[in-house]
């Protein structure tokens, strides 16, 4: 049996969420496997219809770890357990066992300057890990200049499900809301400062003297919501933006599958930064190649010049010159047939034989 140990997990939603429900899927149709998981408040539901056996714990944030540790310890010892995978490594930091362990890192949650008490910390538990699995190459770099021993850490990029069949009437949905505006892109991700959505709201300003008809479909909630809101009012771009939050599955991806390119090029602010970006991996499932920044993981899911482009994301200008080099001549239909062809490496059927060989 593997424990599986995660601070994200369903129902709550988010990039981390899919991640770890993606490999708990695939683990237990290869292994036998326990998940100790946060508490939710509408996880009854959703944990009634799983296959395998699931914990949550609950309490105050400050006191959980502790909790969740001394559950995990007392379980071991009842229990023949092969191993233990992780996707935080504070998740690890109170577990007491000469079991393997496995940590799955992101990129923020390591990002902590050398010799300061969290990167210790952080030091000492993965070198005393089976592995280190980092999501992308970057992640990779970053963590061993942090400390990590070399010869602990693999990359192994996020999986994604297949992608899932459109709704007609999401479709029928999206077409009444766009009808003439073309071209259009979309960002789906949290609405914050590394996501840069500032910035490509300046190059939209830019964009629409030769695009009029142009439209930004931005699909998320955040802290710079109504920072987002304001400057869309001061650039007067009121008929070129489209928010949305709270919607559909179906409705998100209906929005994904009828637009033409998806814009996020990331930044690093402060400590946070993009590890990989499996929202690129998302919109290249439906045949939308993405504009990513060259700071973080992206490059692992973006194939410069091939299934998108990567730029600059703290330079205006590179930011409008990418997006007006795929906007002309529609380039991006090539960018994005090849993005739907490279996709499939992604799928979790195929990314789960790399956990495979370490677990083995």
């Not at 993981?297 to 990567?310: F, P, Q, R, V």
Request: aromatic share 8%; hydrophobic share 40%.
């Amino acid at each position: 049996m593997y424990l599986i140990v995660t601070k994200s997990f369903p129902p709550e939603v988010g990039g981390m969420q899919s991640l770890m429900w993606g490999l708990t899927k695939e683990m237990s149709k290869n292994f036998m496997i326990k998940v100790f998981a946060e508490f939710h408040k509408n996880h009854k539901e959703f944990d009634s219809n799983l296959n395998f056996s699931i914990e949550r714990v609950g309490g105050i944030k400050i006191l959980r770890k502790f909790r969740k540790a001394q559950l995990i310890n007392e379980f071991i010892k009842k229990n023949k357990i092969e191993g233990i995978i992780s996707d935080h490594w504070k998740s690890l930091e109170h577990i007491k066992t000469n079991k393997k362990k496995f940590c799955l890192i992101h990129g923020k949650e390591i990002n902590h300057p050398i010799g300061s008490s969290l990167n210790q910390r952080l030091v000492s538990v993965l070198n005393s890990t089976e592995k280190v699995i980092a999501n992308s190459n970057y992640t990779k770099n970053l963590v061993i200049d942090k400390g990590v021993l070399k010869n602990k850490v693999i990359v192994i990029n996020p999986g994604v499900e297949p992608a899932q069949e459109l709704n007609s009437k999401s479709l029928e949905k999206v077409e009444s809301l766009l009808k003439i505006k073309t071209p259009r892109l979309i960002t789906v991700s949290r609405l914050e400062k590394r996501k840069n959505h500032e910035k490509i709201l300046m190059a939209l300003r830019n964009l629409k003297h030769q695009y009029p008809d142009i439209v930004y479909i931005c699909i998320g909630y955040g802290d710079e919501e109504e920072n987002l809101k304001r400057l869309v009012q001061e650039l007067d771009l009121n008929s070129q933006v489209m928010f949305f939050k709270n919607i559909s599955i179906d409705l998100k991806n209906a929005l994904l599958a009828k637009s033409n390119i998806f814009v996020m090029p990331s930044i690093l602010h402060k400590i946070s930064v993009e590890g990989f970006g499996i929202a690129y991996i998302e919109a290249a499932q439906y045949g939308i190649p993405s504009l990513g920044g060259e700071d973080g993981g992206a490059s692992d899911a973006i194939d410069h010049e091939k299934t998108g482009l990567l730029c600059d994301g703290n330079n205006l200008d590179n930011i409008y010159s990418s997006l007006l080099s795929m906007i002309k001549d529609k380039k991006y239909l090539e960018f994005g047939n090849n993005a739907k062809m490279n996709v499939k490496k992604f799928e979790w059927q195929k990314i789960f034989e790399n956990y495979k060989k370490i677990l083995n």
